[in-house]
């Protein structure tokens, strides 16, 4: 097993099939048999290793197997520049118009960011009220700059259990500079790059989008409780 901390260090654990665990997820018990996402895998590890995690520690990405897949020093944080709005590609967006309603209606407030880098514009609209700094909703784009199309493109609500993220938190504020929350870059060796952390989650999935059509994305740190 291969966990990624802080896109830093690596810590490799040798596990046994004695003191693993498996149970269905409490989402889809009913709905079983499951596919893969159904179930909830486990296994001990001796805290003596585990030193300095916290309990709900969310920094790490783990993989079972026998080689490690992760590149190291190829992700980099998202530092968004403000733009203007009628700068968001929504010309370029592959979503149907029903997808593009932000579920909010009283979130007309609008904000816009870019990121840029040599393959990729990366923009992200926010929707807020006008009395309040809460974000309801935020559209994704990203645009391949030789293509000068969408390649990834995504929707985030704020709802029961998801709260939309911030921009530029651990770059703004010096005093938390592990709390940087958007990355890009190449995290997995032999797969094309990756982008995530676009809101926080409670409880489910969140997920790792590779920025790439053909490639599905990748659940993580999923939670039950």
Wanted: with cysteine; net charge positive.
């Amino acid at each position: 097993m291969f966990t990624i901390i802080q896109q830093t260090y690596y810590i490799l654990f040798l596990l046994k099939t004695k003191g693993s665990r498996l149970s269905t997820s409490l989402y889809n018990y009913r709905n079983c048999p499951c596919g893969q996402s159904g179930y909830l895998i486990g296994f001990e590890i001796n805290e003596h290793y585990l030193n300095g995690l916290e309990r709900d520690f969310t920094e790490a990405l783990v993989f079972i197997g026998k080689e490690n897949p992760f590149t190291q020093g190829q992700m980099k944080p998202i530092v968004w520049q403000k733009i203007k709005t009628k700068k968001f590609p929504i010309g370029k967006s592959n979503l149907s118009e029903k997808e593009k309603q932000y579920k909010h209606k009283s979130a007309i407030k609008e904000q816009t960011y870019l990121y840029e880098t040599n393959t990729y514009q990366i923009f992200i609209k926010d929707y807020t009220e006008p009395n309040d700094r809460q974000i309801q909703d935020r559209h994704l784009i990203v645009i391949d700059k030789k293509k000068d199309s969408a390649v990834l493109e995504r929707m985030f609500n704020e709802r029961e259990g998801t709260v939309i993220a911030s921009l530029n938190f651990g770059i703004n504020y010096l005093e938390v500079p592990n709390s940087k929350e958007q990355w890009i870059g190449k995290l997995f060796k032999d797969k094309p790059e990756v982008i995530f952390r676009f809101a926080w989650y409670s409880f489910s999935c969140p997920h790792i989008d590779f920025v790439n059509p053909q490639d599905k994305y990748v659940g993580i740190n999923c939670r039950i409780n």
